[in-house]
């Protein structure tokens, strides 16, 4: 039965071969959970952050590990930027067959207290970024009549919380533009995902500031990023006579 696992294992990283998987804000956690994943299965992995140099650690992973890896450093709310890397990805790498958008942006604050410069800053890193990236991934898409898009959602993107005005807007949008390519996409055999993801996740930010709930990680109280990962991966693996499109995410005690 090993053998029989071992055999299957070999033959989906050759399908995958070649093929990249594209993340944008491949971050310490759940960002670099998914480029992982995604390397393990055989993707040729590009990451992005703002920063490159915040890369270089997961790129030796994946590589330390078998995989192939690549780090750009970017920004998704330049459009010259998002154009350009794509571009490169497609010319000089491969067919992006896989992406994945995971910018977070979310900072509380009273209405009362919010800047108009920090809420269209959330709303540019959460939605517009979003928006830029699909666009150009969906155009190359297209024209094969193949490829997954996944956006990480959350759920400010279901209801809006106190002090929670500029991120809820910004997620909101986000799922709404989901939803919208969905409908366009589907049909041309581009499978549009949306994850909420609904609860504190296993990271040093959590741990180190709100460790009252970090405690729950022994409980499985709190995400686990690689987990998280695994989800991701099934759904640019689905049949598409049974694709999903929004997906939950949520520890077995969130209220919700």
Request: contains cysteine; proline residues 4%.
């Given at each position: 039965m090993s053998d029989d696992l071992n055999q299957l294992q070999d033959m989906s990283l050759q399908k995958n071969q070649n093929k990249v998987a594209l993340i944008i804000g491949a971050g310490d956690a759940t960002g670099g959970a998914i480029a992982k994943r995604f390397a393990q299965g055989g993707y040729i992995t590009c990451m992005t952050r703002r920063n490159v140099d915040k890369l270089k650690t997961l790129v030796n992973e994946i590589e330390q590990q078998g995989g192939k890896a690549y780090a750009f450093g970017s920004d998704a709310r330049k459009e010259e930027q998002v154009i350009q890397l794509i571009e490169?990805?497609?010319?000089?790498?491969?067919?992006?067959?896989?992406?994945?958008?995971?910018?977070?942006?979310?900072?509380?604050?009273?209405?009362?207290?919010?800047?108009?410069?920090?809420?269209?800053?959330?709303?540019?890193?959460a939605c517009f970024g979003a928006f830029l990236v699909g666009r150009e991934v969906a155009k190359r898409m297209v024209p094969r009549q193949r490829g997954t898009i996944i956006f990480t959602g959350a759920?400010?993107?279901?209801?809006?919380?106190?002090?929670?005005?500029?991120?809820?807007?910004?997620?909101?949008?986000?799922?709404?533009?989901?939803?919208?390519?969905?409908r366009e996409l589907g049909p041309q055999n581009i499978h549009v995902a949306h994850v909420v993801v609904d609860g504190?996740?296993?990271?040093?930010?959590?741990?180190?500031?709100?460790?009252?709930?970090?405690?729950?990680?022994?409980?499985?109280?709190?995400?686990?990023?690689?987990?998280?990962?695994?989800?991701?991966?099934?759904?640019?693996?689905?049949?598409?006579?049974?694709?999903?499109?929004?997906?939950?995410?949520?520890?077995?005690?969130?209220?919700?």
């Open positions: 490169e990805i497609e010319s000089n790498i491969g067919e992006i067959d896989v992406m994945v958008f995971n910018i977070g942006a979310n900072v509380p604050c009273s209405i009362l207290e919010e800047t108009a410069r920090k809420y269209f800053k959330i709303w540019e890193m759920t400010a993107g279901l209801r809006g919380s106190a002090y929670f005005a500029a991120f809820a807007g910004a997620k909101h949008a986000l799922r709404a533009l989901a939803q919208s390519m969905a504190a996740i296993d990271t040093e930010f959590i741990e180190t500031t709100f460790p009252e709930i970090y405690a729950k990680k022994s409980q499985d109280g709190i995400l686990n990023p690689e987990h998280i990962a695994e989800n991701y991966w099934h759904l640019a693996q689905q049949p598409r006579d049974a694709w999903t499109h929004e997906l939950d995410l949520r520890p077995w005690m969130e209220k919700w």
